[in-house]
């Protein structure tokens, strides 16, 4: 049973729009969220995260959106750009204890020039 | 430069034959796992470890070995290797406390015949 979910396995923007990209999560007990980004041939790396007593966290272009009730987050890109390409996992952990993250499947999101 | 190195970075071996995949971080990071990446299954963690001599079991460690004798190192061992163990596979390196920001290695691609 899959407990993070991105239902989007790809997404196309035009360059300078909004990229959204959505994640929902089914264990109550996650109280940490992250968002990696990986290029081909390369591991992923850290793009931003946001703690459940948060709703919203900041970083330049990226914003995380988290809705506790509903068990989502959103990744939105401000404005997109075409190096932005690339696949996004979403990632959960409980506990500020715990190291174990458990992933999406990820997002390939491709930004059109 | 601050970085995750694995070797091999790509292996074709046949089933049963024991191999290693090693990794190493130069940050001192205490914090250490393995993961794997297979198509529509997104990241899974193998074992992780939080210090020298102390390892623990990920999501599916079934088939899988592993071992940290020195805090930089930490191989992955595949003592009878399966076709389904053919996967993207990912180490990853962080400072206990600082979970979100692990860092990734480049990846190891394995094939089982």
């Known amino acids: 049973d899959q407990q993070v979910k991105q239902n989007s396995p790809s997404l196309s923007v035009q360059e300078g729009r909004i990229s959204i990209l959505n994640c929902d999560y089914t264990n109550s007990m996650f109280d940490y969220f992250l968002w990696y980004k990986k290029y081909p041939a390369e591991g992923p790396t850290f793009l931003i995260s946001i703690s459940s007593i948060k709703d919203k966290n900041e970083d330049g272009r990226f914003t995380v959106f988290l809705n506790k009730s509903a068990k989502h987050l959103s990744l939105h890109i401000v404005p997109s750009q075409p190096g932005d390409s690339a696949v996004y996992f979403c990632?959960?952990?409980?506990?500020?204890?715990?190291?174990?993250?458990?992933f999406g499947k990820g997002t390939k999101l491709s930004v059109i020039p | 430069e601050a970085q995750v190195t694995q070797n091999p970075r790509y292996l074709i071996t046949v089933t049963g034959k024991k191999l290693t995949v090693t990794c190493s971080q130069n940050m001192n990071h205490e914090y250490m796992s393995w993961y794997r990446q297979d198509p529509g299954l997104g990241l899974r963690q193998i074992y992780y470890?939080?210090?020298?001599?102390?390892?623990d079991k990920g999501d599916v460690p079934e088939g899988y070995k592993v071992s940290r004798k020195e805090k930089r190192n930490f191989p992955l061992i595949l003592e009878s290797p399966s076709p389904n163990q053919t996967s993207l596979y990912f180490c990853?390196?962080?400072?206990?406390?600082?979970?979100?920001?692990?860092?990734f290695g480049p990846g190891t691609r394995l094939l089982v015949l």
């Open positions: 990853a390196s962080s400072l206990v406390g600082r979970k979100e920001t692990q860092y």
């Open positions: 990632a959960a952990s409980s506990g500020a204890g715990s190291y174990q993250l458990t």
């Open positions: 470890s939080m210090n020298v001599e102390v390892t």
